[in-house]
């Protein structure tokens, strides 16, 4: 039975409380429930499966606990999703059946091919790597599948800091394929090499007739090991500075999410996607359920400590 409650000098409550405690209810457990519960319950509300309370239908953790609700499961493997997940990091398989994964346009989930992009339900094969793909870039080696993934990579590439990156890169991938000096040694039999090699270019011009020969000087592009490691340390601080200033943010889809980062993705270099959904590491955006969170590519090195989430 609800409570009656009246205003007397024997019942210490003030109005505004009077009119809380009428508007309240009982659950059919003998819980109260306030009004905007009854009505969140009317509208389909949400009820957290860890403290009870009834949530906005939209909600994705708990306004009371913090808990997380709307949860569902892969339909490959039964592993638990949160809601706005639309890949398993689990199987590793695609799990939206009305979503397009290379678009993200709207399916009635009976279609064979998207009706906006075109792309087919089962996937598409990389001509480069020929591995098997659910979204617009390949996952192994990074090529567009699509004409739209294409056209953004261009777009893309075209950007004066993505060319800058991409020129570091090369002179990063030039730099490792040197080798430095790592002792006084080294250098002094590279100098009398270089010696050596003068000696016999000028004794074959006076042979040839030439008195007073000139030798071209040879272009050593051999550095010390301090150099070396200079150098490489600048061009890839460069490299994370441009990465953090196209880093991908927050956005509805996450398939424009996936496409705009790996357009972003500079060759040459060994990189990490780096999720804001559990700030764990990714070979790129394509193993992240919730690309949509936004995310950013770091250089991996000896500063990452964290492992990729898809090789464990």
Same mark, same amino acid.
């Given at each position: 039975?609800?409570?009656?409650?009246?205003?007397?000098?024997?019942?210490?409550?003030?109005?505004?409380?009077?009119?809380?405690?009428?508007?309240?209810?009982?659950?059919?457990?003998?819980?109260?429930?306030?009004?905007?519960?009854?009505?969140?319950?009317?509208?389909?509300?949400?009820? /957290? &499966? %860890?403290?009870?309370?009834?949530? @906005? =239908?939209? $909600?994705? *953790? #708990?306004? +009371? !606990?913090?808990?997380?609700?709307?949860?569902?499961? /892969? &339909? %490959?493997?039964?592993?638990?999703? @949160? =809601?706005? $997940?639309? *890949? #398993?990091? +689990? !199987?590793?398989?695609?799990?939206?059946?009305?979503? /397009?994964?290379?678009?993200?346009?709207?399916?009635?989930?009976?279609?064979? *091919? #998207?009706?906006? !992009?075109?792309?087919?339900?089962?996937?598409?094969? /990389?001509?480069?790597?020929?591995?098997?793909?659910?979204?617009?870039?390949?996952?192994?080696?990074?090529?567009?599948?699509?004409?739209?993934?294409?056209?953004?990579?261009?777009?893309?590439?075209?950007?004066?800091?993505?060319?800058?990156?991409?020129?570091?890169?090369?002179?990063?991938?030039?730099?490792?394929?040197?080798?430095?000096?790592?002792?006084?040694?080294?250098?002094?039999?590279?100098?009398?090499?270089?010696?050596?090699?003068?000696?016999?270019?000028?004794?074959?011009?006076?042979?040839?007739?030439?008195?007073?020969?000139?030798?071209?000087?040879?272009?050593?592009?051999?550095?010390?090991?301090?150099?070396?490691?200079?150098?490489?340390?600048?061009?890839?601080?460069?490299?994370?500075?441009?990465?953090?200033?196209?880093?991908?943010?927050?956005?509805?889809?996450?398939?424009?999410?996936?496409?705009?980062?790996?357009?972003?993705?500079?060759?040459?270099?060994?990189?990490?996607?780096?999720?804001?959904?559990?700030?764990?590491?990714?070979?790129?955006?394509?193993?992240?359920?919730?690309?949509?969170?936004?995310?950013?590519?770091?250089?991996?090195?000896?500063?990452?400590?964290?492992?990729?989430?898809?090789?464990?």
């Amino acid at each position: 039975m609800i409570e009656d409650i009246t205003l007397n000098p024997q019942n210490p409550i003030n109005e505004e409380q009077a009119m809380q405690r009428q508007r309240q209810r009982f659950s059919p457990d003998g819980d109260m429930v306030s009004e905007q519960q009854m009505q969140m319950n009317a509208a389909g509300g949400v009820k /957290c &499966p %860890n403290c009870g309370t009834v949530n @906005d =239908p939209e $909600a994705a *953790f #708990c306004a +009371s !606990c913090g808990h997380p609700i709307g949860r569902t499961s /892969c &339909p %490959n493997c039964g592993a638990d999703l @949160d =809601p706005g $997940a639309d *890949f #398993c990091e +689990s !199987c590793r398989r695609y799990v939206k059946n009305d979503v /397009c994964s290379f678009c993200g346009a709207r399916l009635s989930g009976n279609e064979a *091919f #998207c009706p906006e !992009c075109g792309s087919p339900k089962g996937g598409i094969v /990389c001509p480069v790597c020929h591995t098997l793909n659910d979204f617009s870039f390949c996952k192994q080696c990074g090529s567009p599948l699509t004409d739209e993934a294409r056209e953004l990579m261009q777009q893309v590439h075209e950007l004066p800091e993505f060319k800058e990156m991409q020129r570091l890169a090369v002179e990063t991938q030039q730099l490792e394929q040197s080798v430095p000096y790592t002792s006084e040694r080294e250098l002094l039999k590279d100098q009398r090499n270089i010696q050596l090699r003068e000696r016999v270019l000028t004794l074959l011009a006076q042979d040839r007739g030439i008195a007073e020969p000139v030798i071209p000087a040879l272009d050593s592009k051999r550095l010390s090991k301090e150099e070396y490691d200079a150098r490489k340390r600048e061009c890839l601080t460069k490299i994370a500075a441009i990465l953090e200033k196209m880093a991908q943010k927050p956005q509805p889809k996450p398939a424009q999410a996936r496409n705009y980062a790996m357009a972003c993705r500079p060759q040459g270099i060994r990189l990490a996607w780096e999720c804001n959904y559990k700030h764990a590491l990714h070979s790129s955006p394509c193993g992240c359920a919730k690309p949509q969170m936004g995310g950013k590519w770091l250089i991996l090195g000896k500063d990452v400590k964290k492992e990729i989430k898809d090789d464990q």
